[in-house]
């Protein structure tokens, strides 16, 4: 059994010999979605997609373990929108004025002195102050997305097997981040003095300042690739970021994973 096991891995070490002599390095473009949940007391989870661009170099002037282990460095981009549960409604509401208590909770955190000073009470004073001649009726929606421009670097294995192969990586990761809010505004003002009652209906979009920041992390991936030609390979992977914790963040995010669809090139 021994000598069988030792056997397997010479053969291995010999395919991997034969299949990666010429090759120094090799470029990857991957589309991926990534799912994010929120830690840090909001409930919330990010999903969305992206794409990486994987750029490996190896050396294998320096023997077999040159040919096998190389430096991967990772960039890529992603868009995560942003959604929450929705949150049991205290009181009685107001049958014209539709806020779910998530959103208006996001609103809240958000420090957006436009909205605290001054739109809000303009809101209700809105609704309030609605006539038997004429009322208003409003339906608001907060939307979030974050924009995620990251990098990463580190060690990568791969392990050929024939035409397949398997790579796995290990690196620090690092993040700028665009966190936005708009809320969706719906709203109806009607005049039911006019005959048969006559509705005006319009929609804006009202933007809250951006959060921008940046996160560290450490991350990890494994890829499949299966070779098409000499020189490309279909790949599919995953991987997995943890974030390192940071007090004060506008990014609370704790881990992310991601499923990963692709191209790579050697040369």
């Known amino acids: 059994m021994k000598r069988l096991l030792i056997a397997a891995l010479g053969l291995v070490a010999g395919a991997a010999h034969a299949q990666t002599d010429a090759t120094r390095g090799q470029v990857s473009l991957d589309g991926r979605f990534t799912r994010a949940p929120f830690d840090g007391g909001v409930d919330a989870t990010g999903t969305g997609p992206g794409v990486q661009v994987r750029l490996v170099r190896f050396a294998p002037e320096i023997g077999r373990v040159g040919r096998m282990v190389g430096l991967q460095l990772a960039v890529g981009y992603d868009r995560l929108n942003l959604s929450a549960p929705p949150a ?31 739109y809000r009470t303009q809101i209700r004073t809105l609704i309030k102050d609605s006539t038997e001649s004429a009322y208003y009726a409003a339906d608001l929606r907060a939307v979030q997305t974050v924009r995620l421009y990251t990098a990463s670097v580190g060690p990568t ?51 809250a300042p951006d959060k921008l920041g940046y996160r560290l992390g450490l991350d990890a991936g494994l890829h499949g690739s299966v070779r098409l030609t000499s020189a490309v390979s279909f790949t599919v992977g995953g991987g997995y970021r943890r974030w390192a914790k940071r007090a004060e963040t506008d990014l609370p995010l704790a881990n992310w994973t991601s499923a990963d669809l692709g191209f790579s090139v050697r040369y």
């Open 88 to 118: 049991t409604r205290t009181g009685t509401p107001n049958p014209r004025l539709r806020f779910d208590p998530a959103d208006s909770l996001v609103v809240e955190r958000w420090n957006w002195a436009h909205w605290q000073r001054y």
């Open 157 to 207: 294995v791969r392990l050929p097997l024939g035409r397949f192969e398997l790579t796995g990586s290990v690196g620090l990761a690092a993040a700028h981040y665009r966190r936005e809010l708009y809320l969706d505004e719906r709203w109806t003002k009607t005049f039911p003095a006019v005959a048969g009652g006559y509705d005006f209906d319009y929609r804006l979009h009202n933007e």
